[in-house]
């Protein structure tokens, strides 16, 4: 079973809070560490304030050897998509090709306010994101010595050399979102891995048979494409200890066992196997408490192992 760690540092971390969990994450055998891409705090003051992503990602690129390093997911529009890929690709040399983008469409009013970031309306949001991944991916997959141009309605590339190249022949691309029509077009047409975010056993199926029938419709199969989720994790190994390490991100125990992977490891273990009957492949585990290195340990040794 493939286990990354999922990181929110907006909410409050420095790049050496990120950097520790990072290394932890690979003594301990996760298979990733990703981390979201906001310039705000959802609550609280977010001190020491935001780590910009890809900074970010580039810093740990040097830093680690063997995790998959990534985004969940870079909003669309911090960023317009020619620099994007420029960015992405040479994180992804800077790490030796172990680099993958998760790519939405941009929410989060307050700091698009705060910034000077321009928000469109959710409409004009997915066509931008639409021609966002054409652009990306048809940068990327441009033969070099050869040029793309792109006459979009939202974003325009003329003779764009298409440079750097990244490492991977094909960065893994992931989507994902509850959107029931143009979100599975889109994974299907673009995306490597759909992830299907703090969504119950229920409604994680019901997200993935709506972009196997997208698949179905342009005619790719759909087991192409790895089946992912994330969800919020607290693990412990007595009540008392899964009490304090709810309480520290302003939760309640029984509310995190009923909407994310939370309780002893034996409980997490038997929540993430039911997952797995309908068809995911890859959770991305949200660790709230960044200082909490202890937690991890409790996960790789509780959880992880009974997973093989």
């Known amino acids: 079973m493939d286990l990354?760690?999922?990181?929110?540092?907006?909410?409050?971390?420095?790049?050496?809070?990120?950097?520790?969990?990072?290394?932890?994450a690979e003594d301990?055998?996760?298979?990733?560490?990703?981390?979201?891409?906001?310039?705000?705090?959802?609550?609280?003051?977010?001190l020491p304030g935001p780590t910009d992503a890809w900074?970010?990602?580039?810093?740990?690129?040097?830093?680690?050897?063997?995790?998959?390093?990534?985004?969940?997911?870079?909003?669309?529009?911090?960023?317009?998509?020619?620099?994007?890929?420029?960015?992405?690709?040479?994180?992804?040399?800077?790490?030796?090709?172990?680099?993958?983008?998760?790519?939405?469409?941009?929410?989060?009013?307050?700091?698009h306010e705060a910034y000077g970031i321009d928000l469109p309306e959710i409409g004009e949001r997915f066509d931008r994101f639409a021609e966002q991944l054409e652009v990306i991916t048809g940068?990327?997959?441009?033969?070099?010595?050869?040029t793309f141009?792109?006459?979009?309605?939202?974003?325009?590339?003329?003779?764009?050399?298409?440079?750097?190249?990244?490492?991977?022949?094909?960065?893994p691309l992931i989507i994902g979102g509850g959107g029931r029509r143009r979100t599975p077009a889109l994974a299907a047409r673009h995306a490597t891995e759909f992830n299907a975010a703090f969504t119950s056993v229920e409604d994680t199926a019901l997200a993935y048979r709506r972009v196997d029938e997208a698949c179905a419709q342009i005619g790719r199969n759909p087991g192409e494409l790895c089946r992912s989720v994330a969800l919020v994790t607290v693990v412990a190994r007595s009540d008392a200890d899964l009490a304090r390490r709810a309480?520290?991100?302003?939760?309640?125990?029984?509310?995190?066992?009923?909407?994310g992977l939370?309780?002893?490891?034996?409980?997490?273990?038997?929540?993430?196997?039911?997952?797995?009957?309908?068809?995911?492949?890859?959770?991305?585990?949200?660790?709230?408490?960044?200082?909490?290195?202890?937690?991890?340990?409790?996960i790789a040794e509780g959880v992880a192992r009974q997973l093989g």
């Open 4 to 24: 990354r760690l999922f990181i929110e540092p907006q909410q409050g971390a420095s790049y050496a809070d990120q950097l520790a969990v990072a290394r932890a």
């Open 28 to 46: 301990l055998g996760f298979d990733g560490l990703f981390r979201s891409d906001h310039l705000m705090a959802m609550s609280g003051d977010g």
């Open 55 to 111: 900074v970010t990602l580039a810093g740990l690129a040097r830093e680690t050897s063997r995790i998959r390093l990534g985004t969940l997911v870079t909003s669309a529009t911090f960023r317009p998509p020619g620099l994007l890929a420029i960015q992405v690709a040479q994180v992804d040399a800077m790490s030796g090709g172990r680099v993958e983008l998760g790519l939405g469409s941009g929410w989060f009013a307050p700091e």
């Open 139 to 146: 940068l990327w997959s441009t033969p070099v010595g050869t």
């Open 149 to 171: 141009s792109y006459p979009g309605r939202h974003y325009r590339l003329a003779d764009a050399p298409a440079l750097p190249k990244p490492v991977q022949p094909r960065i």
């Open 247 to 259: 309480a520290t991100i302003g939760r309640e125990a029984d509310e995190l066992r009923e909407h």
């Open 262 to 298: 939370a309780g002893s490891p034996d409980e997490v273990v038997e929540r993430i196997r039911a997952y797995a009957g309908v068809g995911v492949q890859r959770f991305y585990l949200q660790i709230l408490d960044l200082g909490d290195l202890d937690h991890l340990d409790v």
